[in-house]
């Protein structure tokens, strides 16, 4: 019932950039901290960036000063805003939310990742 799915991934040349989107739905109240990880070909999964409840943002090292991750006001939708991007961050990013339910309870849910290749 309660799902996340990413979207806005896509093939993008150095340099460029892209905006990923993760959308809640299914009975949800809002997402609580959200985070977004990433695997890329041959790798295992990493972190990428992270929001918490009240707004504040953390990122993996090689990725600062380039993406910017976000909620938006209703916090049923979270973005990975990607700039810069290079070869190396190639992979498919998946979007991971606590996310509080109508009912009450609070779930951890994954999206199904969207593709980002970054090529010339």
């Known amino acids: 019932q309660v799902q996340l799915v990413e979207s806005g991934g896509g093939l993008v040349q150095p340099g460029g950039s892209l905006r990923l989107s993760c959308a809640a739905s299914?009975?949800?109240?809002?997402?609580?901290?959200m985070n977004w990880y990433r695997q890329g070909p041959g790798k295992e999964r990493e972190y990428v960036a992270s929001?918490?409840?009240?707004?504040?943002?953390n990122y993996r090292d090689s990725v600062k000063g380039r993406f910017t991750i976000s909620k938006d006001i209703t916090n049923k939708r979270g973005f990975l805003q990607m700039n810069s991007l290079q070869p190396e961050d190639t992979a498919v990013y998946s979007c991971?939310?606590?996310?509080?339910?109508?009912?009450?309870?609070?779930?951890?849910?994954w999206g199904r990742g969207t593709q980002v290749t970054v090529s010339s």
């Open positions: 929001i918490g409840t009240t707004g504040s943002t």
């Open positions: 991971n939310a606590d996310i509080r339910t109508m009912t009450g309870s609070i779930l951890n849910s």
């Open positions: 299914g009975g949800i109240l809002r997402m609580n901290a």
